[in-house]
Structures are given as C-alpha cells and as structure tokens.
C-alpha cells in the first residue's frame, strides 16, 4: 500500500490514505484525503492494453465538456499534466495508472427501495449521457467483443451449454426474435454508448431511512463502450433493473420516460427495448454458463444467473402490450397510426349510427364513483342481488342513462381485479368505457361498418356475459376495435369471427343480469387502438396508478357515441385543489398525515378508499372502533335523525339506556355519567369535579400526556405544553416521569420498578404543595399514547392513587385510547393496573366517529358538583349520540370485538417480535391487544425519529395506515378498528418486513 500511497504523492501531489477497493485483476484504491477529498487510483492488470484506458478517459473528458452537470468521474491528471501513466508496481511490472474523482453514494444494486422516481432518473442520467456522447469517437469502439449488442448472436453457437430443454427452447426462441430484428436494428443510427449501465455501474444517495427520495450520483465504468444504436444502451440498463422488481413494467416505463425525456426516442426504438433486453439477459446467462463450465469450483458464476433466469422463465410480460406501455409512457402514439385513429373518429363525430338506437345528447350520466356512489356498500363483495341492481337511483322508467369513461369505481369487488394477495393490495377500479343502462333487449346498432374478432359467452359470476368485439377501419386503413359487453348471448351464436357487420345494423341485444354475468341490464362500450396482449381477457379497467396507459390505449368512446368528449369523461375531485383549499382557509397547524397526503372518501370496516378506490388497510384510526360505515351505526342514525334529536333537558329512554349500558362496564362504585361532545371536554368536566370535590386545584400528571384541545385540557397535556411555542406549564401542575421501562429511568430487569416510578409522585406533591396548591387529583392515559404506547409496570397505579388519595386528590383514569376492549384481555386499562379510579374518561371510539364524551364517576364526586349550578352541554348526550353511544357497546358485544382484539392482537405481537430479532432497527415490541408500539433505534440505541418517518410513509406506499408517535416521534403506533381480520395482520407483518429490509443497518 504504501507503494501506491507515494505514488500518489508523487505523480499526483496528493498525499491519501489508501484503501484497496473490489476488482479482479486490476488495482482499485480509494484515496482519502485530510481535507475529506476522495479519488479512485487505478493501477490497471499488467498487459492492459493503453487503448482501454485511453478510451474512457477521453470518453469521460468529453462528457464533462458536453454534460458538464452529469455525476460522471473526473479524470485528474497528474503533475505533468498527462491522464495515464506507466509506472511499476510493488513487483516492478508496468502497469497503467489513472486517477479519477470519487464519486458519492453507493451501488443501486444495493439501493432500496427502487422507486419508480428513481428508475426515472436513471433513465435520465443515461439519456444525457447517451446524449453527450453522440460526438464522441475513438477507433476502438468498433472492437469486436461478447458483449456488444450488436454481435450478440454468437450465443446461438454456444446454445449447446444449456443442456435443460426448456431454457434451451427459451433461448433459440429470443435468439430467433432477435435474428428477426436485425434490419430494423441495422437500419437505426449507430453511437458511442455506455454498454454497460448494470446496477453496480450506478451509484445512488439518499433514500431508506431519509426523508429525502434516492437521487442517482454517479455513473461509471465506461470500460465496455462500443458503438451502436443507442436503444441497446437503455435496453442494457433496462435487462438489470428489472431483474427481481416487483413490477418490471412499471419499472421499464419509469427508466424508457425518464431516458426519453433527456434524449426523446422514437416509437420504433422504443419497441425494440424489449426483444433487446431479452437477449441481453440471454447473453448474460449463456455467458456465465460457459464460465461455470471453465471454473467448475466457483459456485457464485452459476449463482450470479439466477435473477436472470428466474426472470426470463418466470415473466408473463407481453412484447406487444409492453411496447404499448413503453410508448405511452413517452407520450408516443400508443400504436403505429393511434394519432390517425383519433383524428379521424373526432372528425367523424356526429356522423355514426346512434349505437342505441337515438340520440344520446340528452341522456342523463349517472355517476357509481367511489365518491359519489354507495354501490356497493361493502368494496369488497358485490352480492348478485346488489350487482342487479346497480344504478337503480338512476332508473326512469326505462330511459337511457350513460356511466361514466374514466370513473374510479368499487363495484369491481371480485377477487379478480386485485393485483396482490391481499385486501388493501392495488386494485383496478377505472372504467375504460362509456356504459349505456337501458331495459333488457334493446337492440344495439354498430355505429360504423366492422367485422366480428370476438364474439364470446363469458358467463363467469360478475362478467361480461355476451360480448361482441368488432374490428373496424378508418379510410387510411388504420385499425381499431370496439367493444360490447353485458349482450344477450343470443348474439355471441349468431355471429362468428369474421361476420361483417354493417353501419347501423342492429347486431346484438343487450342482456338480462341472468344473461348478462348478473348486472343490471347495460352495454359496456369500449374502444380500443390495439388488441394486442389483451385479447384473451380485454380488461374493462384499470389500475388507477397506470392510467396513462390504459387511457392511450383505450381512450373515451364519446366520438363514436357522436357525443363531446367531456360529457362522458368523469373528473374525479382534484385532491390539489382541496389541498389548495385547505392551505388558503385552514389553520396551518391543523397538520396533515404524510409527504404525499391520502384523500380519503369511502370506508368499510379497517379499509379505506381514496378518490382513485385505491384500498388501504386502516391500521391506525382507533375512532372507528367497530369499523367505518358500519351498518347497525348507519341504521340508528337514519332511524333517530328521522325522528327527533334533542338534548338532555327532555327525557328519553335512549340517555338512560346509554348510562345503563356504559356503567354495565364498570365497577359498581361508578353511578352516574356526564355525556359531553369529545374526550377534551369530559377531561375539562373531570377538572371541574375534581376541584368541586376537593376544593383544590393541584394536578400530577404524566410527562408527554395529552388530554385535549381547550385551555384547562392543554394545561394538563405536557405534550402540547411542553413543544416549543407551547405555552408552559402552570404552576398548579407537576408532572412525573411517564412509566416507561423500556426507557425510563426504571427498567424491565428492576422488579420494584412500578414502585420506584410510583414513587416519584411523592416529590411531585410536595412540590406542589411548596407551591402553596393543595393536591385535586392526578390524571394520567392509562396507557400513555402519545408519550410512546406505554404500558406501565403492573400495580403502578395503584400504588400512584394511593399516594394521591393520601394527599387529599382524585384519581382520573383518561381511557379516551385504552378503553372498550381495544386492549383484548380488559375492557378497560386500569383493570390490568388493579387499579379503581374515581373519575373514568371516554372518547373517541364511543362513537365511532359521532363527536362523543363520557365521564363517569362515584355518586360522592357527583354531588360535590351538583352546586346548584346547571350543567349542560348542548349536544353531549344528545338523543342521537346516545343511541350511537350504546350501539356500539353492543357491537363491541354482540360481534365479539374484544375478543378479536385480544386474538389478532396476540397474532400481531408475535409478528412484530419476529421483526425484532430480525431488524436491528427494532428495539421494542409493546403493547396489548390493538394497542400496540414499535419503538425504532438507531444502532447506538437512540430514538431513530427519520426511520420512523421513512417507515410510516413507505407503508402508505404499499396501503397501510399507521401512526408514529413519542418524545422523539420514534414509535409507531398501530391500532386499527377492532373488526380487523387474521389476513389483515399477515398484510401487516408482511409489508413492514419488507419495508425495514429498506432501512440501511
Ligand atoms: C388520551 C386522550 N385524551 C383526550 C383526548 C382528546 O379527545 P378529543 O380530541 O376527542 O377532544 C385525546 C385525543 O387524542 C386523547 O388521546
């Protein structure tokens, strides 16, 4: 080392420590300087021919004069001035020695996640790249060489080391695709490329762990440069991105945009990615089979194939849809003639027969969108009784009414249109045609001369029953199809491929929802410019995420309806603008969940929809206690709102009825309730009691604790009080350490720690009363929330109340996020502390989204309040919240919801606690039933605040709502409605496993 630490010095003036980096024959350092400079030394294999060298140096040279931004290495010349040197090494053989700038980050291979923006800006960088070395010329790029693109038909020769006959059929085949493109790939404009832009050769920073997205950092190695077209360059680039992606196609639109922005291709290069890509990897794998059979001993040559294989065996990805996708996601016609197409069905407009037998211009469009439409209450199951029936609101005596083009629907309930195992995986929703809702056997008239390419019986539960797809032409020749879902089958015998179908002829009849895959009686009309990859299951929707495809490839019908094109076209609310809104008339501390906020507009149980009816899994929201949209909830409310609702100065047996059911729950010596609108008041109402009662005003309470929004619930709350700009803590407070023995000052290994925390309340007092404040009471979550899911030592209240009892105080138990069986095993916290409060605080989940509060507590406490003074609050214990308050008790009751909590709870800690052993990054696991925390660390043991940010997001990114929370913002808080399922847990261990795999160790 030290040699090449002096000649470092030496040539280059740099004095470095050196640190021998990978690489087989030749000699890589990493030159770190004093002043934090780093550089790359490399002392190339004896007999490396100088042409190598000098071709990447005045490659690079050239792109940092044309591309002067692009993260490409800086050749740094040495002392005389020249890039290469000949020097001897430590043995004395001469080699080629170069010095280049370090580039920042580390290897995409090792990058996770692989956003679809990262792809992009891959694609980005080799476009500028590719770009800036259009210019560039060097005698050894037309070298014959394996890994040329252009000469890689020397594999066929080799074919015979693949002795498996079906990865041999594989290859001839892609080889044969290739041999098939070869005058196309010949007839394209040949360039200097990279050749070699594979994952090891991109650098990238940023990323897991950060709030910041991974930006691309470096491009290297330009020691395979060739000339060529310049599509076998993405296409390299593209054969090692898509290897092991959970989506290759979405992974190929993200890198051919981002390329195809910087150095825009054409329509026939992009087609041309994928044969290309295929026999990229084809090379690759027949390559290292040729290697494992010269190095028989060296197991990694065959290992380093298996992403290879594993992706040309296992994808189903069609050429031909792909090609459409590529093309689309560079704004290209999405076929050959898409443009001509359009153009002339625009042009047309007006001029075709009237498909449904008359005018269409007046006919009503009724919108089923996630956001405007209840079909079909539960998104996930689409009974035929409902499917029957959909619409029907819509219904006037059998006149024509249209559905939407482009509308985000749920009526697509059916297992089939998800496209992941689970409930809340990504599902298609968007509706890819105008439908026309008319009576059962009308007739319907082609709109232009066609011929039949599909006439089918697809009477499968849910589909499209009859459907007739027509193949039709514009005078130019050009080719596109139309399609009729939901007809009489009748048609589908009548009619063959190849029929001709004449320009008004009544050629089908739309079918009854026994004949039709059970929906009410309606055609789907669909367009599309393409047949390819999708004739044998022609998809009616789409996936939200990829509409910019699925819209160029089947674009709103309205033309051919002779209708204007935004009369069928559904615009969904346009989240930006609500957030314009938002930001213009709302406080900007009403704080928003998430970089990228969800909007949410439809809920079922713990799953929620966005206006695009992407599904999430609730995991969070503890307000819906019994799930969103719960029916028996959504049926006492219609039923009271019909009748009357008023407040708690009028009798009503629903107000006793409530008491009677919340003090059911309750040890006996609670006697009487407060119904008030929201935990914050029933906290205020519980200061008012417990001043009345004990004619103090002194308050203990846990440090982090929140309480409430109002003046007398923030002084309590340490959590608001205690932020910066919060507004202190009022000298009638004291608070204690919360009981926190993962990281308190008492740990779990301390078998006296519940004490010892108790303890600390005994300064608190006396603090208090050095103050001159005698003690009222203390008021602590039972578990603390929002200080970090807590669950304190078993008998540490107790042993609080105790001493605050001693002092003269009550005791507030605030069950506001612990209370009505969330915790599984208690129907409330105190009952696992063996603990009786003398006031009880309920919240949030009592009415499932219905502002309500309850307080409960002793007759005594009671009569101390009762001063003479009315109590009243307008709307607590209004008539509706309280039959919505008791109803969901008995829900939690009659659906065995605590139990699920205690069952799925366990199921969820055992998940969690796998990911503990196997993420350094998890240092608790805590909680009981669905109240549950994941405390995340850094490896020094310190709170990791943006890994639990990255976390939170990431798990949005795959559908699932959680929480963070505590001092440092560090612990993710799950606690789903208490309806969620054994599947929903499984989603949940899943996904976090796969998103901490994301978190650099
Ligand atoms: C423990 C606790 N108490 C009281 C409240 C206040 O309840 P509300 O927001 O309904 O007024 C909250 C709210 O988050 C809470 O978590």
Request: charged share 25%; proline share 6%; with cysteine.
């Amino acid at each position: 080392m030290t040699h090449w630490t002096h000649v470092l010095q030496e040539h280059w003036g740099i004095t470095a420590d050196l640190t021998r980096l990978d690489g087989e024959y030749d000699l890589n350092f990493l030159a770190e300087g004093p002043e934090g400079a780093g550089y790359v030394l490399k002392a190339m294999r004896p007999g490396c021919e100088a042409w190598l060298v000098d071709l990447q140096i005045k490659a690079l040279d050239h792109i940092a004069v044309q591309e002067p931004g692009l993260p490409v290495p800086e050749v740094i010349a040495a002392r005389t001035g020249e890039k290469l040197l000949r020097l001897a090494d430590e043995n004395g053989a001469e080699r080629l020695v170069w010095l280049i700038a370090r580039l920042p980050g580390r290897c995409y291979a090792h990058a996770a996640p692989k956003t679809e923006a990262l792809i992009a800006e891959v694609g980005a960088v080799l476009g500028r790249s590719t770009r800036a070395l259009a210019g560039f010329d060097h005698p050894q790029l037309a070298r014959d060489f394996k890994w040329d693109l252009m000469r890689a038909e020397w594999i066929a020769a080799d074919l015979g080391c693949i002795t498996d006959p079906a990865r041999h059929a594989l290859l001839t085949g892609i080889c044969e695709a290739f041999q098939a493109l070869r005058p196309q790939l010949e007839a394209l404009p040949q360039q200097a490329i990279h050749n070699d832009a594979n994952d090891y050769n991109i650098l990238v920073t940023g990323g897991a762990g950060t709030r910041e997205g991974a930006r691309v950092s470096g491009l290297i190695d330009l020691g395979d440069m060739c000339r060529a077209p310049r599509i076998c360059d993405l296409a390299i680039a593209a054969a090692y991105l898509v290897l092991d992606h959970p989506k290759p196609e979405a992974a190929l639109a993200a890198l051919v945009a981002g390329y195809h922005a910087e150095y825009p291709l054409s329509a026939h290069e992009v087609d041309l990615l994928w044969p290309l890509l295929r026999m990229r990897l084809a090379v690759s794998v027949v390559n290292s089979t040729l290697m494992a059979a010269e190095n028989p001993d060296d197991p990694y040559v065959t290992i380093s194939q298996a992403p290879a294989w594993r992706f040309l065996e296992g994808c189903t990805l069609h050429g031909g849809l792909l090609n459409a996708r590529l093309r689309a996601a560079c704004d290209l016609p999405v076929v050959d003639g898409a443009e001509r197409v359009m153009a002339w069905l625009d042009s047309q407009r007006g001029h075709f027969a009237p498909l449904m037998g008359e005018d269409l211009s007046e006919a009503p469009m009724g919108s089923l969108s996630v956001e405007h439409s209840l079909w079909p209450q539960n998104p996930f199951d689409m009974p035929l009784a409902e499917a029957a029936r959909v619409g029907e609101e819509f219904e006037d005596e059998g006149r024509i009414w249209l559905g939407y083009y482009h509308e985000p629907r749920l009526i697509y309930a059916e297992p089939a249109f998800r496209k992941g195992p689970w409930k809340a995986s990504d599902r298609r929703t968007v509706h890819l045609a105008v439908d026309g809702f008319a009576p059962a056997g009308t007739a319907l008239h082609a709109p232009l001369d066609g011929e039949v390419w599909v006439a089918e019986d697809r009477n499968g539960h849910l589909d499209y029953g009859g459907v007739i797809i027509l193949r039709h032409r514009t005078p130019a020749g050009d080719p596109f199809y139309t399609l009729y879902g939901h007809l009489d089958p009748e048609a589908v015998q009548r009619l063959s491929p190849g029929d001709r179908v004449a320009r008004g002829q009544a050629f089908c009849r739309l079918g009854t929802a026994e004949q039709n895959g059970g929906w009410a009686p309606h055609v789907h009309f669909q367009l599309a410019l393409s047949t390819e990859g999708i004739e044998a299951d022609w998809p009616g929707v789409g996936d939200p995420d990829e509409m910019y495809f699925w819209r160029a490839l089947c674009p709103n019908p309205a033309a051919l309806l002779n209708l204007p094109d935004e009369k069928v076209r559904y615009q969904p609310t346009d989240k930006a603008e609500v957030l314009g809104k938002r930001r213009a008339h709302f406080g900007g501390n009403l704080s928003l969940t998430y970089s990228d906020p969800v909007m949410l507009v439809r809920g079922w149980k713990h799953h929620l929809f966005d206006e695009w009816g992407r599904p999430y899994l609730d995991a969070y929201n503890n307000v819906p206690h019994v799930g969103h949209a719960h029916p028996r909830i959504q049926a006492v409310a219609a039923d009271q709102l019909r009748r009357m609702n008023s407040n708690t100065r009028y009798l009503h047996p629903a107000q006793t009825a409530f008491a009677d059911k919340v003090l059911s729950k309750l040890p006996d010596h609670f006697e009487v309730c407060f119904f008030v609108n929201s935990g914050t008041e029933a906290n205020e109402l519980a200061l008012r009691l417990a001043r009345a009662h004990t004619g103090a005003k002194g308050m203990v309470t846990p440090d982090h604790g929140y309480h409430g929004n109002t003046t007398g619930a923030i002084d309590i709350s340490a959590y608001k009080f205690n932020k910066p700009g919060g507004v202190g803590k009022p000298d009638w407070v004291e608070l204690v350490e919360v009981a926190d023995d993962y990281r308190g000052s008492f740990r779990r290994d301390d078998p006296a720690r519940a004490q010892k925390f108790a303890d600390l309340v005994d300064p608190a007092i006396a603090a208090l009363q050095a103050r001159g404040h005698r003690v009222a009471g203390f008021i602590a979550e039972t578990f603390p929330s929002v200080g970090g899911q807590i669950i304190p030592p078993k008998g540490y209240l107790p042993a609080v109340y105790e001493k605050i009892r001693a002092a003269g105080g009550v005791c507030i138990a605030d069950e506001v996020q612990t209370g009505l069986g969330r915790l599984g095993d208690y129907y409330f916290g105190f009952e696992h502390q063996g603990a009786l409060p003398d006031i009880v605080v309920m919240g949030k989940p009592i009415g499932n989204g219905h502002p309500l509060g309850v307080l409960v507590t002793t007759k005594a406490i009671a009569e101390s309040f009762d001063n003479g003074i009315e109590f009243f609050s307008t709307f607590g214990g209004s008539t509706l919240s309280c039959r919505i308050g008791k109803e969901v008790l008995d829900i939690v009751d009659d659906e065995g919801l605590q139990a699920n909590a205690r069952d799925r709870g366990t199921e969820l800690i055992a998940g969690l606690r796998g990911l503990e052993a196997k993420y350094a990054c998890v240092g608790d696991v805590r909680g009981m039933g669905l109240f549950l925390g994941l405390e995340l660390i850094r490896a020094d043991g310190s709170e990791a605040t943006e890994i639990c940010s990255y976390v939170k997001n990431r798990m949005r990114d795959h559908r699932i709502l959680i929480g963070s929370e505590g001092p440092k913002d560090n612990i993710l808080k799950i606690r789903p409605p208490l309806t969620i399922e054994a599947e929903d847990v499984e989603m949940i261990v899943a996904v976090l496993d796969r998103v901490l795999a994301e978190v650099p160790v």
